[in-house]
């Protein structure tokens, strides 16, 4: 695969392991009790609260993943 093909895939893989670690975020806070920290008649802002919430810890999951993924392929690059 030349450059711009292996570039376009990683890329496709970044945005995906990003839209993966969000949604597993989400499903994760969906266990929270939410009525306990949040004021009565407030769903839209208890919505976007959960919504804030998993986008910023999916992101950094999976800021993690790619790091990881990427420090793997440099070990196996320094052990040949």
Known sequence: ?????????ESLVNILISLGSIVFCWW????????????PNRVMQARLLL???????GH??????????G???LVGTLLR
Request: charged residues 10%; glycine residues 10%.
């Open 60 to 69: 950094g999951l999976a800021s993690f993943v790619i790091d990881y993924l």
């Open 51 to 57: 919504s804030v919430i998993s986008i910023v810890l």
């Open 28 to 39: 994760i806070l969906t266990g929270v009790r939410w009525d306990v920290l949040i004021r």
């Open 71 to 73: 420090w793997s392929r």
């Open 1 to 9: 695969m030349n450059g711009a093909g292996q570039l376009a895939m």
